[in-house]
């Protein structure tokens, strides 16, 4: 079955224009962004390693070698198999450092625009014959079908068609940030193509040669060599080869490496391409030997290599046939847009921007995206030109081959970048040209040239083409670059931003910067910016680093400016490369390098990425981080607030006990001034730090929930060699508790005395009291007066009420009476009743005693009336006048309920938790001690009973205490009221 050049030409314009429409529709959010961020499109994205070798030239590839086609999969698996110890790694340090290519990871590891030139330039050699091979397979797969002559014409308008879609949809973002999600989707759509082409094909195929599985069973027993010819490429020794030069480009491959990093848009992505990108090969490679056996079955006149175009035509299904050559266009157009865009950026970065003057007059981001575009259709030109220079070599997996061997001399780099810090950046550069010049002399050479047979290292040139060649050509090109590679490094020493960037990939640096940001704000960094990138790129590149950091515009702590730095050079990292952005950023945003500021404040970011590294050292560096962690574990636990200030009064050391304290988080306080602290603790700070005293005791700090007392300390912190450094630390302690108990013993003291002088007074009182009680009586026996009467029953009142004062004045002396008794409960309330009346204030309120007779409890007397004395005099303190204070008892099985219940104010939900504490007052200095309620339960307690405090049910206002006691049984005799 032929085809029309022209129908087959607007068939590829058609697809094509489907491609745009769907990257078209992606991009303007007709299409759920759910679905874009699947992961299952992304796995389906990294489809774009199927090429047209592996869509058309894996058959031929079979025929020829057998089995061994097969490595060109499993070397990928084996590569995605490692994803959490390669993959993963790489992705998390290109994300973080946003580089976009992996020119820019060997840049930025070796602190190197050399390693970043070469690394390019070995790249978009080695992707060239690539590239000519996708046209290559364009272009034949259309002489194929339609009978003619190659027709460059349609390479032509194919290339024009790719370079358009590239343009458009894959350089509309200049940094990596901002995801193509129109060519990710577009791309994945493309794997379904031909995907789906290759499984109808490979299943038509054996429906027309065998007439289905069985039939395809039946013909291998009566062809038993075709079998054994196809199992005899097992044994051949290239396959170690193969499948490493595979496994490299899986994930170094340009346009890979930009499918699996610059596009990932989360990790899970990733994780599921760990198994189901190796899903997808293996249903690719199951359809490739039942349509190689197929077309040897049908005797197919095409070559081995469009077996599936031959295959197709077969079947006399025109739409068939079209379908089928429309995943060949898929797999030939995913990896020129992908690999372009990937071989562009490196082209930017690498060589282009170097030599290019940026000015800040012009639009950076419209000079960039203009430039990079160029570049695309600069590649595809050169992909062009390179497919008409090789057109005279034989079959499509060589020319593969050729770009794999390239990508497998980056392997030794990679390692080194993940695992070996020690390399240097001539170790690396020396090594790849090592191995770049083998591979260049023995693969691409034969590739270019028509001499005749060259010998090097063992290998016949003339026999270049051969899948054994390339196997040996691996071992050998690799290893001489991994040898010199490592002697070189072994032999050199790297520079200080070269080891900074170092333990940079390993997430263990600890530079020091050398110095504070002159910029003391976002606005001034705008300014210093702005000559190089423009106004308004620089005004965006710092709007988005403070948008990264989560910052204000009115930022001004010198270490967030800091970190504000460096996330700018990383973003323009990503635009520009890693080493032009390290040189924009250190020329425009500038340090000072005489800044004493910068050193407590240092050994902080230094923790931070010590402790972002932990587990990672070994041996004495373990050893001396563990002793790091212990002493810094000690400040962190301190029960005293620990504040490090600079010389420029910055903090740089906040622990926890200052947030108890102050209740200011580390991240508020952490590099601002001491004076922008919040007040008091600002004003506190910095008027301490200009003292000259080093000590200051009892300072008293207001603050919303009261007055607090604090001790400040300072002392200079001293450098390694003893001298001060300008550093000062700053110690808090909060003795207000110790303030509190000298003012309760001070009080205290004072009420002792008072106890003192009253029961002297009342003894005194005793005396005159009894003479006119003695007259009073002699009065009414001879006259038997009523007045005499009424002055007898006030002098024992008056007698009463004084020997209850001097009762409760002595309760507690001695231990006999402490000990639990059987005692009444009506008298102990009336008599505390009584002690509370002698305060004015209760002279208001009404007191009601609810008490069955018989109610008593296993305590002392004395106690439980100083118990109920304190808990009346609260209930007072709370009622407004004409309030009422109710005392309810109720008899258990096996103890006393009772129950004061006021109609008070009641006790905020604040404060509810804290009434109990000792020295707990809300009321006034000198007008309670904040230790009544604490003795009363303790009290209550040491009786084995509770008291418990909530508010009145029922009731907005109002407190009710609960004490529960052990009951007692008691006779008539010990109900009678107790006068002393």
């Known amino acids: ?84 110890v390669l993959l993963m790694p790489l992705l998390r340090l290109t994300r973080r450092h946003q580089l976009t290519s992996i020119a820019d990871l060997f840049a930025f590891r070796f602190d190197s625009r050399a390693a970043g030139i070469l690394v390019t330039l070995m790249l978009l050699t080695g992707s060239l ?44 973002h200049v940094t990596p940030r901002e995801k193509h999600s129109g060519l990710v989707a577009a791309i994945a759509f493309e794997s379904l193509v031909k995907l789906a082409a290759l499984l109808l094909v490979a299943w038509l195929a054996v429906e027309l040669a065998f007439g289905g599985p069985a039939g395809l069973g039946d013909w291998l027993v009566d062809n038993p ?59 690719l490679a199951m359809a490739i030997p039942p349509l190689m056996w197929a077309g040897q079955a049908m005797g197919l006149s095409t070559p081995a290599d469009y077996t599936v175009l031959g295959v197709a035509g077969e079947s006399g299904s025109a739409a068939v046939v079209l379908f089928t050559y429309l995943g060949g266009i898929s797999a030939a157009s995913a990896m020129i847009i992908v690999s372009t865009l990937a071989l562009s950026s490196m082209c930017l970065n690498h060589l282009v921007l170097p030599v290019m003057r940026i000015t800040g007059r012009q639009d950076l981001y419209r000079t960039l995206r203009w430039t990079r575009r160029a ?79 060259i010998r090097i290292i063992g290998l016949d040139l003339s026999v270049a083409q051969s899948p054994a060649h390339f196997g040996a050509l691996a071992f050998w ?43 003391e704000s976002p606005a001034q960094m705008v300014d210093q910016l702005a000559p190089v990138t423009g106004l308004p790129a620089a005004r965006a590149e710092i709007a988005k680093g403070l948008e990264d950091l989560d910052l204000a515009w009115t930022e001004n702590r010198p270490d967030r400016l800091q970190q504000l730095r460096e996330q700018v050079r990383r973003n323009l990292s990503g635009m520009m490369g890693p080493v032009l952005a390290r040189d924009i950023v250190d020329e425009c945003l500038r340090l000072d390098a005489d800044s004493r500021s910068a050193v407590a404040q240092n050994v902080r970011m230094i923790e931070e990425r010590l402790e972002r590294a932990r587990g ?101 912190i001293g450098a390694p060699g003893g001298t001060p450094n300008g550093d000062r630390l700053l110690l808090l302690e909060d003795v207000t508790d110790v303030q509190r108990l000298e003012n309760e013993l001070a009080h205290s003291e004072r009420l002792a005395s008072i106890g003192r002088l009253a029961a002297g007074v009342a003894h005194e009182i005793g005396n005159p009291i009894t003479g006119i009680a003695c007259l009073a009586q002699e009065l009414r026996e ?20 004084v020997q209850t004062l001097v009762d409760y004045a002595h309760a507690g002396r001695g231990e006999a009476s402490t000990r639990p008794e059987p005692t009444a409960l009506q008298p102990v309330v009336e008599e505390a009743e009584r002690l509370v009346r002698l305060n004015p204030r209760s002279r208001g309120i009404v007191f009601i005693p609810r008490l069955p007779g018989d109610a008593a409890v296993m305590a002392d007397h004395q106690r439980l009336v100083q118990v109920l004395v304190n808990v009346y005099s609260n209930a007072v303190d709370a009622c407004d006048p004409g309030g009422e204070i109710t005392t309810v008892a109720r008899l258990q099985r096996d103890g006393v309920s009772l129950r004061i219940l006021d109609t008070g104010h009641g006790i905020p939900s604040g404060i509810r938790d804290k009434v109990m504490e000792p020295f707990f007052t809300t009321k006034t200095p000198g007008h309670g001690t904040g230790l009544g309620l604490a003795l009363a339960q303790n009290i209550i307690s040491n009786y084995g009973g509770s008291l418990r405090i909530q508010p009145r049910r029922g009731r907005s206002g109002g407190t009710e205490v609960m004490i529960r006691l052990p009951r007692a049984q008691i006779t008539d005799r010990e109900v009678e009221p107790v006068h002393g």
């Not at 058959?59 to 990928?76: D, K, L, Q, R």
Request: hydrophobic share 50%; charged share 15%; net charge neutral.
């Open 225 to 283: 060599d075709r079998l054994e010819a196809f199992q005899a490429g097992a044994a051949s020794p290239e396959w170690t080869g193969l499948i490493f030069l595979a496994f490299a480009a899986a994930f170094l491959l340009p346009r890979q490496f930009h499918m699996l990093f610059t596009e990932n848009l989360q990790d899970q992505g990733l994780r599921t391409a760990s198994w189901g990108f190796p899903l997808f090969l293996l249903l």
């Open 477 to 519: 090109s690799v290893a001489t670059n991994a040898l010199v590679f490592t002697a070189v490094s072994l032999l050199t020493r790297q520079a200080p931003r070269e080891s900074e960037a170092a333990s940079a990939c390993r997430e263990v640096s600890t530079r020091i910067p050398a110095g504070s940001v002159i910029a």
């Open 129 to 172: 014959p690539y590239l000519a091979l996708q046209i290559r397979a364009v272009s034949e797969s259309t002489q194929v079908l339609s009978g003619e002559s190659p027709p460059h014409l349609v390479a032509v308008v194919f290339c024009v068609m790719v370079t358009g879609f590239a343009t458009i949809f894959g350089a509309r």
């Open 375 to 453: 570049l695309i259709a600069a590649v595809i030109a050169a992909g062009y030109f390179f497919y008409l220079s090789l057109e005279r070599t034989e079959g499509l997996v060589s020319w593969g081959l050729i770009s794999f061997l390239a990508m497998a001399q980056l392997i030794p780099g990679v390692l080194a970048v993940l695992y070996w810090p020690g390399a240097t950046r001539q170790g690396f550069v020396s090594g790849l040209v090592a191995g770049g010049t083998i591979w260049g002399v023995a693969a691409l050479l034969p590739a270019l040239s028509t001499m005749g047979p």
């Open 782 to 801: 001879d006259r038997a007066d009523d007045h005499a009467r009424q002055i007898l029953e006030q002098t024992e009142r008056i007698s009463h009420i």
């Open 616 to 716: 990672g050292f070994q041996g004495i560096a373990a050893e001396l981080d563990a002793l790091r962690r212990y002493h810094r574990q000690i400040l962190e636990d301190l029960p005293l607030g620990v504040v490090a200030v600079t010389p420029a009064g910055r903090i740089a050391r906040w622990n926890p006990a200052m947030d108890q304290m102050t209740g200011i988080s580390a991240g508020r306080a952490l590099g601002r001034s001491m004076i922008e602290l919040p007040e008091p603790w600002g004003e506190l700070l910095s008027g301490f730090i200009g003292e000259d005293e080093s000590h200051a005791y009892k300072r008293p700090v207001v603050l919303a929930g009261g007055t607090r007392w604090m001790s400040l300390h300072k002392a200079m």
């Open 1 to 84: 079955m032929t085809f029309s050049l022209g129908g087959l030409f607007v068939a590829a314009i058609a697809y094509l224009s489907l491609l745009f429409l769907i990257a078209h529709a992606s991009e303007r959010g007709w299409i759920p962004e759910a679905v874009i961020r699947h992961p299952a499109v992304y796995v389906l994205s990294l489809g774009v390693y199927a090429t047209t070798w592996s869509y058309y030239g894996s058959v031929g590839f079979a025929a020829n070698a057998g089995i061994t086609y097969a490595t060109i999969y499993i070397g990928v698996t084996l590569a995605f198999a490692l994803t959490p």
